[in-house]
Structures are given as structure tokens and as C-alpha cells.
């Protein structure tokens, strides 16, 4: 049987309706076939998996409901940033990306045709769904690092993806290569956030929600306070990882934006996903990440791994039949959750994801160890 | 915030006060009475009482909650501050202060004279017990705070100069942020020694930074462990889970994990079976530890589960506490908030398992219930580079008059001035 044939339900999945992106009753039953569709395919084709699901006897074949798919043994990014896992050949990859690796390890994982164009009619759907596709050129201000041929992060070619959602008329970067590597460079996305307001061209943000913050605030300290060309957006992404001491209410980000930029919050969009798993999570005018028809998401106690309650804290297991290349059916991730079932504003039907975390406590930074990092950037 | 002359100033200020810094020390010790040891005691002593009082609970709780350590250890760690505590240390450490040598001239101990104090953010290296330490050995000090710090240092040191006023003169605390490269190394270089807190990078990068004419003093970090024959008792066991759970492995004395005297993994595994038992039941009367740990920890036991066909490690886990029993013999840091390993280690290989780890090895605590065997293994434990050999569930005790990592702080922060007899 060719793999096409396997992975019916899967294309089907990620080729639904645009009205039907937050609908999970409607589409639970397909989700499931997908992720049994996939589960089969990682199972034949990837000898870790098959062991992994081997030791504790559970059969891909055997899944028929939601128990199943909470029973399905779950892989922690962890794993992935020690061990490479492909379930074709790594000449079929046509991206390899790496995650960000705050925590100094990365994970490798690659995407094959299949996977990349799963991604695409999800991509296509859901910035459809959001609005963010338009004709008119605009500036895209990028607070990420400036793709380079050797760099692989992820978030660097997301950004530059999302440069396409509408015409480029130009991109800036504020993580720029230099001679002596990437540099942090906020100067040069102030002065080109004062040329464009007096442009008519609209602007974009992407990028790193911490860096935007900081260049804004900077501005608001030296009295720099613009209205941005009709239409300019904020869009947000990358997370706030390495910033959780300095993390800010989202609401006074919010105003600072409308301060500094004259942009409304209708306008700023937040953007969530993860190399280990590459579904779109586009937060709604309530600034809610809604669980998209694409993934389904079980938030586990971290004694015993079992489902939480919504409403209640716990690890964050992400799951999706997206990609055929690597087994990222079923994510444990490093993040601290909540799932929230009540009803949204919105209107969107889906339960929305809430991250309160990262496992762990807080990095204690002592300033030898500044002293020591700094010295490596002088040698 | 800047602590100078006993008065707070706003980090903007920085580099004017330390473009005077030098003339100021210079200045102390070139005509200011040198510091009274007894004065600091005093001061200390009415500084622990205040504290033991409550009187900075607002600032200490969060303080202790960062680092999950109790307030009943932080008591007793303040206990260290009192006079008696304080004067024993003193009188251990600085015996003999003068003594005639050879009939020929005599040995007087005198200050290095400034020390620059890089503390670390964790409890080991409570900053200002560091400066206390300085002032005790007659010695000026500059305290770099480490990033992060939540104000407690600088409460503490201001209130001793409140005290007593003449202290002003031998304290001086800076916020220096790590990338202020040189301004740290101006510091440096002023100084007569850098007492340094911290890990392996950091201790490298201090040392690297340091003058030639500049002592480096490090208090790095260390690595901790038991020692178990199989006859062990259960109230030894109870005893070393007690200590593993109270200080969640975070402290340099902290049990990593535990070595077994034996060769046979089925002893080891019937040993790490029956520990887990009593850890469980322990981390239970105790209380859970902290729950993102407790996450972190899940998913790390987890991963190790799914790698066990390459490493073949034995692993008992419930409740967020764990027992991997693992066929090497490295001494390694665990995965801390109540998570051991055990691993075998036969007494004949003490020495030679051991001694390589050199300068980074502190504490065994040791479970053998016959006298004779332990005070064979305490030999070689000592032979083998240990500093401190104790009780299971004594490792991680505040005794004054302990030594430091195997060293007298007082007599580091000292030199010996040999002077003729008169």
C-alpha cells in the first residue's frame, strides 16, 4: 500500500473548511482517524517509535477514540534534542529546522513534502480565517534574527514566512548578523519605525514579543511617540521564554503599543507554535489561543501523567498528525498550561490554551556567571 | 542601589563613586583605626537578634521561598551571626593570632586588607554572611550583588552600619550588571584578593579576570554524597531521606545519591528498592516538593524510561521523588528535589573511584552500623579528598567553628606578618 493511502484522513484534515478551524466536535472523529493513520505510519517506519510503543504494548492500529490518543505514549521535546528521529529518508527532507534551544540543547527535526504542504493549506486557512492575508505591500519590522544561509532556527524562517502573508515592500531585522555574529540591534528598528509613520504604507511587526516590548518601551522613556500608516499591524511570536522575570501583563503591552505606536489591540495579533510541533496558534480578538481542528491538546498532572480537569495547571501535551517525516504525533513539552472550556466572546467554539510556565524554577543568574558569558564574548 | 560611607545611592551614581573608591580605601587604612574584631561581633550579634526577631521577614520569606529552603534552617543559619557563634569561629580560626617563632621574631596575622566579594544568587553563598566573614578578619569589603538579588544583602549590611556607624567605612555594595566588564575588573584590581562564589565557569572566569597581584579565593561549588553498607539501619535511612527531602539536594552538602558497598546490582537494586520505600513514605510526612520541579523532574524520569535500552538504569519513581540505581560509578549531580541515584561502590574503591574528583568533592554522610568498619571507611573517605564526614542525617548542619570546604575563611582573608621582637 503506498503512503498515500495512509495518510487519507490527514490531508483531509488539514484541507477543512475555514469554518470549521475551531469546530473540534465536528472534526474529533477525522482527527482521530489522522492520528491512527499517522501513529501507523510512525510505527512502521521509525524503529524508535516502534520500540517506544513495543514496551508498552499499545497498538497504532487499535485506535478508535480520545482514550486512545491520551493512552498514545508521548515523546518529551526532550527526547527529540537527544535523539534524531526520522521516519523517512533524510534525503526527502526538504527543511531541517532546529528550535531555539533556551536551554542550550536543540532539537533537529526535518519536514518532507507531504508535511510541508499539511502546513501550507493549514497556513493558508487559518491567516485566511484571521485576516492577515492582504495584497497591500506593507514594511515588515522583524524583532527576530535576519535568515542567513546556516541558520536553521526555526522562528527565523517562520518570521520570514510570515513576510509573505502580504507583499514585502521591505524587512528589517533586529537581530542582525554582523562580523562578529548576531547582534541585538533595537537602534535600527526605532529609526526605521520613525521613517515609516511617515510613510503611507502600513507596517508589520513579527517576532519576539520581549524585544518588541523593550524597543517600546525605550521609545516611551525618550518621549517617541508615533502613529503608524492605516492598517499597520503588531504580530507577535516566538514567545516570552527567556523573559519570564520581566514578563509584562499583556494589557499593559497592549497600551504601550496604542501609546507608542498608535496602533489599536484589535491590530496587535499573538502567534504560538513550536518546532516539535508546527500548528498555527493565532490568539483571537480576546487574545485566546482557541485549540485549532489541527491539534488537540491534553493538559497531564506532572505525578502521574494523567489528564487534568480543565481549568486546571499542569504539563502541556500537544497532538497533531501533521507531519509525516518525524513522530510529533503526540509533544510532552516543557510548558505549564491551562485549558479553558468556558465560552469566549469570540464566539469560537474550541477551548482556549492558556501558558502559565516553564517547568523548572526560575534560572538563578549569578553575576559571575554574567561575568563568565561576557568574557566568552570578548574572547 | 549602591551602599557607600553607610549611605544608599541610586545605581547612576556608579561610576562617580567608584573613580573615588580607591582613595577612600586607601584612605582607611592608611590613617582609620584598624577595624575591632569585637565591634563586629557586637554589631552581628544585635543584627541576628532583629532578624531572629522578625524584623526583616518581609524581605526574608520570598528570599527563602526562591530557594525552598525553610525558615527553621534559616533560623538557624541566622544563629550563626550571634556572639557566641561568632566568637567561637573567631577563636577556632584565628588561634594563636600572635606568636613568638624560633625565639627570633614574631607571627602576627594581619588582613590581606581589601576584598571584592562576587557573590553567587544561591543560599550557599549568602552575600553578606561573605562580607561578615571579611569584616571578622579585619579586611574592607566590596560586595558585587548578583544579578537578581532581591535587596536582602544590602538590608542587612546597611542595618549593621546602623548599628554601629564605624563599620561604614569597611562595607561597600555595589549592582554592577554582569556585562559591565571592566568596571568589575577596576574593582578587582583595587582589591587584594576576589572572594569568589559560584560554579566551575564562573571560578574559570574570575580567575581569568584576575590581576597577578590579585588572590583568587573561590568557594566553588561541591558535590555531596552517602556512603552505605547494606546492613544499614531503616532510622539511618530515615535519617539521610529526612535530609535529602528538608534540603531538596540544592545545598554544595546536599546528598546527590547514595554509593552502596557492594559488586552485586541485585544488592543494589534490593538496597535502591528499600530506600525508595523510605523516601516515599518521608516525602510524604514532609510535604510535596515544589511543583514546577516536581514537572521538571516527571519529564526528565520519563525520557530516561524511554532511553532505558541504552543505558539499562533500574528506576523507582511516584510521587515527584526517584530512585535510579545505574551500573556506573560516577560521582554526578542528581536531578535534585528528592531524586537519588544509587550506585555501586565497593570499599576497596574508594580511593581510587574517588580521589580524581579532587577539589570538587565535600561531604559523604555515612550508614554503617559497625564501629569498626566505619572508622575504616571514614580513613579512606578522608584519605580520598573528602572534607566534611558525617552522621546521614547530619550533612548539611551549621556548626560554628566548621571549617569552609576544607579551609578556614578567616585565615584565607589573612596573611602572616613575621615582625621582630622588641
Known amino acids: 500500500m503506498n503512503v498515500g493511502d495512509y495518510m487519507k484522513s490527514v490531508k483531509k484534515l488539514f484541507k477543512i473548511k475555514k469554518n470549521e478551524i475551531y469546530n473540534l466536535a465536528s472534526t474529533d472523529e477525522l482527527f482521530i482517524k489522522a492520528m491512527k493513520e499517522n501513529a501507523v505510519f510512525q510505527y512502521e517506519n521509525c524503529i524508535d517509535y516502534k520500540r517506544i510503543l513495543d514496551e508498552v504494548a499499545f497498538s497504532p492500529y487499535k485506535i478508535t477514540t480520545m482514550e486512545d490518543l491520551i493512552r498514545l505514549p508521548f515523546l518529551p521535546t526532550l527526547y527529540f534534542k537527544r535523539h534524531k528521529m526520522f521516519s523517512v529518508s533524510e534525503k526527502k527532507l526538504l527543511i531541517k529546522a532546529t528550535s531555539s534551544g533556551t536551554s542550550g540543547l536543540k532539537s533537529e527535526i526535518g519536514f518532507d513534502f507531504f508535511s510541508l504542504i499539511n502546513g501550507l493549506n493549514m497556513v493558508i486557512n487559518v491567516t485566511r480565517f484571521h485576516h492577515l492575508l492582504s495584497l497591500k505591500p506593507v514594511n515588515y519590522l522583524i524583532f527576530g534574527y535576519e535568515p542567513t544561509s546556516e541558520n536553521k532556527t526555526a522562528i527565523s524562517k517562520t518570521a520570514f514566512g510570515f513576510t509573505f502573508f502580504a507583499p514585502a515592500l521591505s524587512r528589517s531585522y533586529a537581530i542582525r548578523k554582523t562580523k562578529e555574529g548576531y547582534k541585538l540591534d533595537l537602534e535600527h528598528m526605532k529609526e526605521a519605525l520613525i521613517k515609516f509613520s511617515k510613510s503611507k504604507t502600513p507596517i508589520r511587526t513579527i517576532g519576539f514579543p520581549a524585544y518588541t516590548y523593550f524597543l517600546l518601551k525605550k521609545m516611551k522613556d525618550e518621549g517617541i511617540f508615533l502613529k503608524m500608516p492605516k492598517g499597520s499591524m503588531v504580530t507577535l511570536g516566538g514567545g516570552w521564554k527567556q523573559f519570564y522575570t520581566q514578563k509584562v501583563d499583556k494589557e499593559d503591552f497592549y497600551k504601550l503599543v496604542e501609546e507608542v505606536l498608535g496602533i489599536k489591540e484589535d491590530y496587535i495579533i499573538e502567534f504560538f507554535g513550536a518546532v516539535e510541533h508546527p500548528i498555527l496558534y493565532t490568539d483571537c480578538r480576546e487574545h485566546h489561543f482557541h485549540i485549532p481542528a489541527y491539534s488537540r491538546i491534553i493538559i497531564r498532572h506532572p505525578d502521574t501523567f494523567e489528564p487534568v480537569a480543565d481549568g486546571m495547571p499542569g504539563i502541556i501535551n500537544l497532538l497533531t498528525p501533521m507531519v509525516r517525516s518525524v513522530p510529533l504525533l503526540s509533544i510532552m513539552t516543557d510548558d505549564i498550561g491551562i485549558i479553558h472550556n468556558e465560552k469566549c466572546p469570540c464566539g469560537e467554539p474550541s477551548p482556549w490554551l492558556e501558558i502559565i510556565g516553564r517547568v523548572g524554577i526560575k534560572d538563578i543568574i549569578t553575576c559571575a556567571a554574567g561575568a563568565e558569558k561576557f568574557l566568552k564574548e570578548q574572547e | ?422
Open chain 2, 1 to 422: 542601589m549602591i551602599l557607600y560611607h553607610g549611605k544608599i545611592y541610586d545605581n547612576s551614581e556608579q561610576n562617580r563613586i567608584i573613580s573615588k573608591l580607591k582613595e577612600d580605601l586607601y584612605h582607611s587604612i592608611q590613617y582609620k583605626k584598624p577595624i575591632n574584631r569585637d565591634e563586629v561581633i557586637e554589631a552581628c550579634d544585635s543584627l541576628a537578634k532583629k532578624v531572629l526577631d522578625g524584623k526583616f521577614d518581609d524581605i526574608v520569606k520570598p528570599f527563602l521561598k526562591t530557594f525552598s529552603i525553610s525558615y527553621e534552617r534559616f533560623l538557624t543559619m541566622a544563629m550563626m551571626f550571634s556572639r557566641e557563634g561568632l566568637s567561637y569561629k573567631c577563636k577556632i580560626e584565628l588561634s594563636d593570632e600572635e606568636k613568638i617563632i624560633a625565639d627570633r621574631f614574631v607571627r602576627k596575622i594581619y588582613p590581606l586588607g581589601i576584598l571584592l566579594h562576587i557573590a553567587a544568587g544561591n543560599v550557599d553563598g549568602l552575600p553578606a554572611y561573605s562580607v561578615v566573614e571579611g569584616l571578622l578578619s579585619g579586611n574592607i569589603n566590596i560586595l558585587k550583588l548578583p544579578s537578581g538579588d532581591t535587596g536582602l544583602s544590602i538590608r542587612l549590611l546597611s542595618e549593621l552600619i546602623k548599628i554601629n556607624p564605624a563599620l561604614a567605612d569597611y562595607i561597600y555594595v555595589f549592582d554592577i550588571p554582569s556585562v559591565e566588564f571592566e568596571t568589575i575588573k577596576s574593582l578587582a584590581k583595587l582589591s587584594d584578593a576576589i572572594v569568589v562564589w559560584g560554579g566551575d565557569e564562573a571560578v574559570c572566569a574570575i580567575k581569568s579576570m584576575a590581576d597577578i597581584t590579585t588572590k583568587v579565593i573561590s568557594w566553588g561549588h561541591k558535590l555531596s554524597f552517602a556512603y552505605a553498607v547494606t546492613e544499614a539501619t531503616d532510622e539511618d535511612l530515615k535519617g539521610l531521606a529526612k535530609h535529602i527531602c528538608e534540603t531538596n539536594q540544592v545545598l554544595c552538602s546536599s546528598c546527590q545519591g547514595i554509593f552502596l558497598d557492594t559488586s552485586s546490582k541485585e544488592e543494589q537494586i534490593i538496597f535502591a528498592k528499600r530506600f525508595f520505600e523510605i523516601l516515599k513514605q518521608v516525602n510524604k510526612e514532609l510535604g510535596l516538593a515544589d511543583y514546577g520541579m516536581r514537572a521538571q523532574n516527571a519529564i526528565r524520569l520519563y525520557t530516561e524510561k524511554l532511553e532505558n535500552h541504552l543505558t539499562a538504569n533500574t528506576i523507582f519513581m511516584e510521587d515527584g521523588v526517584s530512585v535510579v540505581c545505574s551500573d556506573d560509578n560516577i560521582l554526578s549531580l542528581s536531578y535534585m528535589f528528592r531524586n537519588v541515584w544509587v550506585k555501586r561502590l565497593a570499599h576497596e574503591d574508594i580511593i581510587p573511584v574517588l580521589k580524581p574528583y579532587k577539589n570538587h568533592l565535600q561531604t559523604v554522610g555515612i550508614l554503617c552500623p559497625d564501629l569498626n568498619k566505619r572508622k575504616s571507611l571514614i580513613e579512606k573517605f578522608a584519605l580520598a579528598g573528602l572534607v566534611r564526614i558525617t552522621e546521614a542525617s547530619e550533612m548539611s548542619r551549621f556548626i560554628p567553628g566548621e571549617a569552609h570546604d576544607g579551609l578556614y575563611p578567616l585565615r584565607e582573608y589573612s596573611r602572616i606578618v613575621e615582625i621582630p621582637i622588641y
